[in-house]
C-alpha cells in the first residue's frame, strides 16, 4: 500500500444553478462525480432540480504533497438515468491544484459549467468549497494491516472500462430506438453531440475506502535527475517562471560586474595561547576592512567582496593578529603574519561552476613563524552565490540598510460589516430610563479604523439599521472587530461586543449572502455583563481587489480570495543597470556634497530594492529581478531615492531617505519579448521649482508565452466582478484607498531593514487627491489638447466648403454622389480608409516606452508659490495671509471653470427646450417644421435630399452669406436655465 503524505483535500459540492434540462421531461436529476489523483467520490442525486442543493462533503488523500498543485480536481455533473430517460452530461468543472487554499480560508466559489464537446448544449454553474487539511502522518505501518487491507478491484483501478462503455452505448441505443417519434424529435442532436452526451457516467463508486484508492507515489524524473518540488503549492507555469525562465535569463539584461572575492575562514597558530582573540584584516589600495574577533579554535567564515571600480592596487595583503588584554584593561596587539596575493594570478570563478575550496596559507613573519591562515580568493560577479552575504566595498560594508532586499505588501481584505439592528437592551434603571429618548448609532472600529452607522430616532425600542460599514483588513489580521453602542442623548457607552476577526466568514462574490450573528452587549467597564444585544452580518470580502494606489497607474487588479486568481499570462523582467550625472544631495563631513542611491521598484504586491552605492554620482547596480504578470494594462514604477536611514541624527532617530526621482513604464505599450534599454531623466519637485537629477538606465523585458491569453486580456473587465455588481461610491472607495495606503506603509516601515514612510508613499504617489495649482494646469491643457484635435476636422471641413482648394472640394462633390447612389459602399469605405491611416502610422509609432513627461506635467511653468502650495501639508501650516491668497487664485480658476461647465450645459438645456415648449412660439415653430418635413421626405426620395442638401452646403462662397444661418440663429435663440440660477 501506498502511504498518503498526511494531507487531505476537502471538497463540499454545495450546489448548482440554472442547469440544463436533459432528461426529456423539462427538468434534470442531476449528481456530481469528483476525481482526484487517481480517486474518485460521488454525490447523491437530487430529483428533478434544476438548482439542486447536496452540501456533501467528499474526502481525497493526497499522496504527494509536492505535486499537489499540479495535479487538477474534475467535477462533472450528470443527469441520473435512473430517474430520468437517458444518462447524459450536463458539464464539468476543472480546477487547478494551484488554487486550494489551507483549512480556515475556504469560501463557496461557483464555477461556470464547461463543455465535453463543441456541440454540446451546457450551461449553469457550480458552487464549490475546496481546501486541504494537513494530518501528522505516520511514519511506518504493522506489515500484519498491510497485508489485511484489500487490493483494489480492476474496476477500481480501470473505472472508465471501454467495454462496459460500449455495452452500455449500445443499451442506450436501443432504447432510444424504441422511444416514440415525438420524443424523438425534442432530443434530437448533432451526431457529434449524442455520442459524447450519450455515454453513460463512470461507474458510481460512493465514497470508497482510502486504501482502496490510493496509488504508488511517483517521483518525475528530468534530465535523469529525480525533482522533488518544495511544499510551496505552486502550479506548473508558475514553478517553470521561478527555474526555467529565471534561469536562463538571470542577468542577460543587465552587465555582469567583476568582484574581487576573499573568503577568510580560520586562523592556526604554531603555539596555542587560548587567553587571546585573533582577527584578520584585508588591505588592497586605501581599503582596509576587519574580520570580527574570535577566541582561539574558531571561525571566521567571512566573505569579502571589492569592486573593480574601487580597486586601485595590483595586490592584496592578507594579515592576521592577535588581540589580548592587560592588566588596566589595556589590549596589546601582534601580527601573526602576512600573506600576499597578486590579482593577475587570481583565478576567476563563473556560476554554476562549484564554490573555490579554501585552503591554508603559511603566514610570513620574522617573530611568530609556523602560522597559518586559511583563505580563498577568486574574481566573480554579481551573480556569484556569496555575493549577498559577503561584505560589500561599494556598498558600504555589511550595514542593513543598505544591503538589496525584496519586500511585499501585505494581503489587504474588505470587511463588510452589515449593522442591523439591536434587543433587549438595557439603557438605565429607574425613572430616569422611562422619561428619556435615547438616539443610538453603533460605532465598530477595527485597528485604527473607526466608522459609525446614522443616528436612530428618538424613543425606539428596538431600534434598526441595515448600514453597511466597510475596513480594510490585512493578513496578519487585527485579534477583534469591536462593536459599541452610543447614547447621543447622555453621550455614554450603552454596551459594547468583540468579533474574533479569524471567525469571520469569507465569500468570494455576491451569490452566497454570509449569515447574520447576534451578539451579547456588555458595559465598557465591565460592570454588567449583559445590556443587550446586537445583530450582524458580517464578512470577509474576497471577491474585491482593495485597492492601495493610484488608480491610473495601478500594477495589480487581482482579487483577494486566492480562489478567484487567474495564472499569470506573462513574465515581467526588470534590469537595473545603474545611473549617470546624479546630483549631490547631502554633504559628506561637512566639506562636499555626496549621494548614496539606491533603486526601488514596485509591481503588484512585490518591492525590490537595491544596494545602496555609497559616495557616487555614476552608481552602477546591475541588479535584476522579475515578476510574474496578470493584466496586460498595469504600471511599472521605479524611484531612486537618497540612502540615509543609514545613519542616524542628532536625536537618535534614523534620517529621512530623499526623493531623487522616479520613473514609470506601462506594460501594454511594450512588445512581447524584446529588450528594452533606455535611459531616463529623473525629476523631483523641490521647494525651490523642479529639478532634473540625473538619468537612469533601465532594461526591459515583457515576455509572454500564449499570445491567445494575452488578446484575451483585453476583452476582460479590469477590475474583478464584485466592484461592478457591487460598487463602492467615489467617495468611500478614496477613504478605503488611502487607508489601504496607510497599512502598507505602516507594515512596510515594520521590516528590517525598514523601507521608509517617506519611500512607500512617493512610490504610490498618496498625494494625488490633494490640490494642486500644477496638476490644474495640466488636465485642463488636456482636456483642451484633445478637444483642439478633435476641433481640426471642423477647418478641414470648413476650407472645402470655403473652396480654399477647388480640386479638393471637386472631389468632395463627386464623393458625396457616390455616397448618396451607392450607400452600401459608405461603411467599406470608412474601416478601409482607417484601416491604411493606422498602416500608415504605424511607422511612426513609438520605439522607446513612454516616462513621465515633465512638460506634460508643467514642472518648468510652476511658479515657487504653486509649488510651495503643492508640497505644503494637509491641513496647511502657511500663514493666514498667503493662504487667503492662495484662496483667491483657486476661487479665479474655478470661476472659470465654472463658466466653462455652464456654456456646455446651456447647449443640452436649448435641445431639450425644443421638445418641452418652455418657448411655446420656438417650439410652436419647430413642431410646423416637423410636419412639414415629414410631407416632404414623403414625396422626395431621402437619397435625393441628401444630394441637395450637401450640394448646397458645399456651394461656392459667391452664393453664401456671411451672417450665421438661420439654424443657428433659431437654436441660439432657445432658453436655458441659466436665468433660473441664482
Known amino acids: 500500500m501506498a502511504e498518503g503524505s498526511g494531507r487531505k483535500l476537502m471538497v463540499e459540492v454545495c450546489n448548482a444553478k440554472n442547469l440544463m434540462p436533459k432528461d426529456g421531461q423539462g427538468t434534470a436529476s442531476a449528481y456530481a462525480i469528483v476525481d482526484f489523483d487517481g480517486q474518485r467520490r460521488r454525490t447523491k442525486t437530487k430529483s428533478r432540480d434544476l438548482n439542486p442543493q447536496w452540501d456533501e462533503t467528499l474526502e481525497f488523500v493526497v499522496h504527494d504533497r509536492d505535486s499537489m498543485a499540479s495535479e487538477t480536481l474534475e467535477v462533472n455533473l450528470y443527469n441520473d438515468k435512473k430517474a430520468g430517460k437517458r444518462s447524459t452530461f450536463l458539464g464539468k468543472v476543472k480546477i487547478s491544484g494551484s488554487m486550494f487554499v489551507k483549512s480556515g480560508s475556504e469560501a463557496v466559489v461557483f464555477y461556470p459549467l464547461e463543455k465535453r464537446s463543441v456541440f454540446s448544449q451546457i450551461k449553469g454553474e457550480l458552487g464549490l468549497k475546496v481546501w486541504f487539511v ?50 424523438s424529435k425534442e432530443e434530437e442532436k448533432p451526431k457529434e453531440e449524442a455520442a459524447a452526451e450519450a455515454a453513460p457516467p463512470p461507474p458510481e463508486v460512493e465514497n470508497p475506502p482510502v486504501a482502496q484508492t490510493e496509488r504508488p507515489k511517483v517521483l518525475k524524473e528530468k534530465h535523469g535527475e529525480v525533482q522533488k518540488r518544495a511544499d510551496l503549492n505552486v502550479s506548473d507555469h508558475e514553478l517553470r517562471s521561478l527555474s526555467g525562465d529565471r534561469s536562463r535569463s538571470a542577468y542577460d539584461l543587465v552587465d555582469r560586474m567583476p568582484f574581487l572575492y576573499v573568503r577568510v575562514v580560520k586562523a592556526k597558530r604554531a603555539k596555542a595561547d587560548t587567553g587571546s582573540t585573533v582577527y584578520s584584516k584585508l588591505v588592497i589600495g586605501t581599503h582596509s576592512v576587519k574580520t570580527k574577533s574570535e577566541s582561539e579554535g574558531k571561525d571566521w567564515d567571512q566573505v569579502f567582496a571589492f569592486d573593480k571600480e574601487g580597486l586601485n592596487s595590483t595586490s592584496l595583503e592578507v594579515s592576521v593578529w592577535s588581540e589580548e588584554v592587560k592588566e588596566g584593561d589595556e589590549k596589546s596587539e601582534s601580527c601573526l603574519g602576512t600573506v600576499s596575493f597578486d590579482l593577475q594570478e587570481v583565478p576567476k570563478r563563473v556560476p554554476p561552476d562549484s564554490p573555490l575550496a579554501p585552503q591554508w596559507y603559511t603566514l610570513e613573519s620574522e617573530n611568530s613563524p609556523g602560522n597559518d591562515v586559511m583563505l580563498a580568493v577568486w574574481i566573480g560577479t554579481q551573480a556569484d552565490e556569496a555575493f549577498q552575504e559577503a561584505w560589500q566595498s561599494d556598498s558600504g560594508g555589511l550595514i542593513p540598510e543598505t544591503r538589496a532586499k525584496v519586500y511585499l505588501s501585505p494581503k489587504l481584505w474588505y470587511l463588510r460589516l452589515t449593522v442591523i439592528q439591536t434587543q433587549d437592551l438595557q439603557l438605565g434603571s429607574g425613572a430616569e430610563a422611562k422619561v428619556r429618548n435615547p438616539e443610538l448609532y453603533v460605532k465598530a472600529q477595527l485597528g485604527p479604523q473607526v466608522f459609525k452607522t446614522g443616528r436612530t430616532s428618538p424613543g425606539l425600542a428596538n431600534p434598526t439599521w441595515n448600514e453597511d460599514l466597510v475596513f480594510v483588513a490585512a493578513e496578519p489580521f487585527e485579534p477583534f472587530l469591536v462593536l459599541s453602542l452610543e447614547d447621543v442623548s447622555n453621550s455614554k457607552n450603552v454596551g459594547q461586543a468583540k468579533v474574533h476577526v479569524s471567525s469571520i466568514e469569507r465569500r468570494t462574490d455576491d451569490r452566497t449572502e454570509a449569515k447574520s450573528r447576534w451578539f451579547n452587549l456588555s458595559s465598557e467597564d465591565e460592570s454588567r455583563s449583559y445590556t443587550g444585544r446586537i445583530h450582524v452580518r458580517v464578512c470577509l470580502e474576497g471577491g474585491y481587489h482593495v485597492i492601495d494606489e493610484a488608480a491610473h497607474v495601478t500594477s495589480d487588479v487581482r482579487a483577494s480570495a486566492k480562489q478567484l486568481t487567474k495564472p499569470p499570462i506573462g513574465l515581467l523582467e526588470v534590469g537595473i543597470r545603474g545611473a549617470t550625472n546624479l546630483l549631490p544631495v547631502k554633504t559628506k563631513d561637512g566639506t562636499r556634497g555626496t549621494t548614496d542611491a539606491y533603486v526601488v521598484a514596485k509591481y503588484g504586491p512585490k518591492w525590490v530594492r537595491t544596494r545602496t552605492i555609497m559616495d557616487r554620482f555614476n552608481p552602477r547596480w546591475n541588479e535584476q529581478y522579475t515578476w510574474d504578470v496578470y493584466d496586460p494594462c498595469t504600471v511599472l514604477t521605479i524611484g531612486v531615492f537618497d540612502n540615509g536611514r543609514y545613519k542616524r541624527g542628532e536625536d537618535g532617530n534614523p534620517n529621512r531617505d530623499c526623493r531623487v526621482g522616479k520613473i514609470r513604464v506601462r506594460l501594454s505599450t511594450l512588445d512581447t519579448n524584446r529588450v528594452y534599454v533606455n535611459s531616463y531623466s529623473l525629476v523631483v519637485l523641490l521647494p525651490g521649482g523642479a529639478k532634473r537629477m540625473g538619468e537612469i538606465e533601465i532594461a526591459v523585458r515583457f515576455s509572454c508565452s500564449s499570445w491567445l491569453s494575452l488578446m484575451q486580456a483585453y476583452a476582460n473587465p479590469i477590475l474583478p466582478r464584485m466592484h461592478y455588481v457591487r460598487p463602492f461610491g467615489p467617495a468611500q472607495q478614496d477613504i478605503l484607498r488611502q487607508t489601504a495606503m496607510r497599512i502598507v506603509t505602516a507594515r512596510l516601515a515594520r521590516s528590517e531593514p525598514a523601507l521608509g514612510k517617506e519611500v512607500v508613499q512617493f512610490m504610490l504617489d498618496s498625494d494625488t487627491h490633494v490640490w494642486s495649482m500644477r496638476r490644474s494646469k495640466a488636465n485642463w491643457f488636456r482636456v483642451v ?28 462633390h463627386v464623393l458625396l454622389a457616390a455616397i448618396v447612389l451607392c450607400p ?71 470661476g472659470r471653470a465654472q463658466t466653462l461647465l455652464g456654456d456646455v450645459a446651456a447647449q443640452g438645456e436649448r435641445l431639450e427646450a425644443l421638445f418641452s415648449w418652455r418657448d411655446p412660439r420656438a417650439t410652436g415653430i419647430f413642431a410646423v417644421l416637423c410636419l412639414v418635413m415629414s410631407l416632404l421626405f414623403y414625396a422626395v426620395p431621402f437619397r435625393g435630399f441628401v444630394l441637395v442638401a450637401g450640394f448646397y452646403y458645399l456651394r461656392h462662397p459667391r452664393f453664401r452669406n456671411d451672417m450665421p444661418s438661420i439654424t443657428a440663429n433659431f437654436f441660439r435663440r432657445l432658453p436655458s436655465f441659466a436665468d433660473q440660477i441664482m
Open 134 to 183: 494537513d494530518e501528522d502522518h505516520p511514519e511506518t505501518e504493522n506489515a500484519a494491516e498491510e497485508k489485511a487491507e484489500p487490493a483494489p478491484s480492476a474496476e477500481e483501478k480501470q473505472p472508465e472500462n471501454p467495454v462496459e462503455e460500449d455495452k452500455a452505448k449500445a443499451e442506450e441505443k436501443k432504447e432510444d430506438k424504441e422511444k416514440p417519434k415525438e420524443e
Open 824 to 894: 452600401y459602399l459608405v461603411l467599406p469605405t470608412v474601416f478601409m480608409y482607417a484601416f491604411l491611416i493606422l498602416l500608415l502610422r504605424f511607422r511612426y509609432r513609438q520605439r522607446v516606452p513612454q516616462n513621465m513627461d515633465p512638460r506634460m506635467s508643467y514642472v518648468d511653468m510652476v511658479s515657487l508659490d504653486e509649488l510651495d502650495e503643492e508640497l505644503d501639508g494637509f491641513p496647511t501650516t502657511r500663514p493666514a495671509e498667503v493662504v487667503r491668497i492662495r484662496y483667491d487664485r483657486v476661487r479665479a480658476l474655478a
Open 785 to 812: 489638447g484633445c478637444l483642439s484635435r478633435a476641433a481640426t476636422l471642423l477647418p478641414w471641413v470648413d476650407g472645402i466648403r470655403t473652396w480654399v482648394h477647388p480640386p479638393t472640394t471637386v472631389l468632395v
